[in-house]
């Protein structure tokens, strides 16, 4: 049997382990459906490994954050007492938590947090601002090449479970798909770290030989077209305007499956302001990259950016995936 290697990468993020618990559920079942009663098992054929790079930021966070207020205790009880628990079940795909949530926000001040108010809305902004801030430029810092690290070192774990020539899928949401295309850009391109070669080891898998699906939700990438400065203002020396797009699928698969139902689908929802189209960056993005419009139920929340954490907690999103490995699955075997 040909397997099929899963990766799912989370954006902004806890440090929990089952992040990944409710989309690998949601696929498994999507999978199942259409393979019918006497297909392969969906954990033999689709190997998920879940790519876990928020505690390489976490303990700087938490202690940021004990710092700024003081806290008599270890840093982040208020944290792990009041909101960890609710971001769990969010992760786990249970909408009506956001009521609590909303609620924690909505507190101002605690009597036992007094430096600064807002204490869970400011708890959340250093998450949503300090991971960005904190994935800096490879050239300026180290945490970009960590976090890479990280990232090759679950794809090598990945690719020893699958087989190192499996075909890979990448399934991306927020601020992890800017990580997933930073990754295999910096491969395509041969901009390679010394940290992310030493995670990779020589594993084709994790150098990104493999890529055949791309899948990103909720992502921010167009914003990242930002950083480059538009034609008529380039310099000699400047970096090149955001226009090239990674490669999928990598012109291996293409050439070992000429026929294989490779793509590349952003999915995004009109409500989310953190999620764009990307097919507008370029005629190379255009031709690559497939924008999906979604409506993501998170009802009562449907119709606001709340929507932005449900992608893979909803069916509109897993099943279309699970469908296309399924029958990219068929076309392996």
């Given at each position: ?37 006497n297909?392969?098992?969906p ?13 390489e930021?976490?303990?700087?966070q938490r202690?940021?954050f ?5 806290e ?22 249970e ?190 993005y ?47 075997n």
């Amino acid at each position: 049997m040909q397997r099929i290697g899963v990766a799912i990468v989370h954006g902004i993020e806890i440090a929990d382990p089952d992040f990944a618990a409710t989309p690998t559920k949601l696929l498994y079942e999507g999978f199942r459906e259409v393979m019918g009663p006497n297909g392969p098992d969906p954990e033999e054929a689709l190997v998920v490994k879940p790519i876990h790079w928020a505690p390489e930021l976490e303990d700087r966070q938490r202690e940021l954050f004990a710092q700024v207020y003081d806290e008599s205790n270890e840093p982040g009880v208020f944290f792990d007492e009041r909101v960890r628990p609710t971001v769990e079940r969010l992760n786990a795909g249970e909408r009506m938590q956001l009521f609590p949530m909303m609620l924690s926000i909505a507190d101002r001040t605690r009597g036992d947090l007094r430096q600064l108010n807002w204490p869970a809305a400011r708890w959340l902004m250093m998450h949503f601002i300090g991971d960005v801030i904190a994935y800096d430029s490879p050239y300026s810092g180290t945490n970009y090449r960590a976090i890479h690290a990280r990232f090759a070192a679950g794809l090598a774990e990945l690719a020893d479970e699958v087989g190192d020539e499996a075909p890979l899928c990448v399934i991306a949401h927020s601020l992890g798909s800017v990580l997933a295309s930073d990754y295999f850009y910096d491969q395509q391109t041969r901009h390679l770290w010394k940290e992310v070669r030493a995670a990779q080891g020589s594993s084709a898998l994790a150098k990104g030989q493999t890529l055949a699906w791309m899948y990103t939700m909720g992502s921010p990438l167009a914003l990242w077209s930002l950083k480059y400065p538009s034609t008529s203002q380039q310099l000699p020396g400047d970096e090149p305007k955001m226009s090239k797009p990674i490669e999928v699928p990598v012109h291996q698969i293409a050439q070992r499956y000429p026929e294989l139902n490779t793509e590349w689908i952003n999915f995004y929802d009109k409500d989310d302001i953190i999620a764009y189209p990307l097919e507008g960056l370029s005629e190379e993005y255009a031709n690559v990259v497939d924008d999906r419009d979604v409506r993501v139920h998170t009802f009562p929340f449907s119709w606001t950016p709340l929507t932005h954490s449900f992608y893979w907690a909803d069916r509109v999103v897993m099943d279309p995936i699970a469908q296309t490995l399924a029958t990219g699955w068929q076309h392996l075997n």
